[in-house]
């Protein structure tokens, strides 16, 4: 079904400078080429380069229109030199470095709430002032970073223990919330995975429906452009009610 403010539309490819502002040119060679396994969890084929740019496209068309980037392969995994944990390439990084490249955009915050940290992006862009990166996870687990003590200027991790619901995700909620506003960005990007929700199978969270609906809504109000991408969620048979609930949330304002 289509939302009703966000139609569907296919989007264009990233292009290989788009992929360059955040990834070394090796990384780039080795997707292009490999055929086979890339670390344990990360697969290449025939036509990984071509859906791995297109995703980045996505992204990159998501912070342009403020639309929802619906697109696999996820990116928050893939470091500035490393492929790893399903992703090929750091689309929601690629997306805010274009917008600041072609958009004039200024400041950039990007707020993951995947169930796994977002190392890529933490390593991409930690050191840059001009982007905020904030990730709520649960900790310790894959890929094993994001620590409480891993923190910056422009650096706010939020480790939740297992078995974390509604409630405590909530309470995090507020820390990114005062950690956006201080920040005072031009656009906010969301790393939007799903797979902290009670009935996915690759974590131990247990958020619900409503909450992902309600972590949309408010994330809608903390920029005057907002953009979100997909990144993890494995449970094929509630996957498509949580991105509708987070479009509902994004949608409401």
Known sequence: MLHQRFPFVECGSATEADILRCHAPELLEQVRTTRGFIDGDTLCTETTFEAALLAAGAAIEAARTGGFALARPPGHHAERHRAMGFCLFDSIAIAARWAQAELDVGRVAIVDWDVHHGNGTQHIVADDESILFVSLHQWPFYPGTGGPDEQGP????????????????????????????????????????????????????????????????????????????????????????????????????
């Open 154 to 253: 422009t650096l706010v991790n939020l480790p939740l223990r297992a078995g974390t619901g509604d409630e405590g995700y909530l309470e995090a909620w507020r820390t990114v919330e005062t950690a956006v506003a201080k920040f005072e960005p031009d656009l906010l990007l969301v790393s939007a995975g799903f797979d902290a929700h009670a009935e996915d199978p690759l974590a131990d969270m247990y958020v619900s429906t409503d909450t992902f609906r309600e972590f949309a809504q408010r994330a809608s109000q903390l920029a005057p452009r907002v953009g979100a991408v997909l990144e993890g969620g494995y449970n094929v048979r509630t996957l498509p009610e949580l991105v509708e609930a987070a479009l509902d949330g994004f949608s409401s304002n």
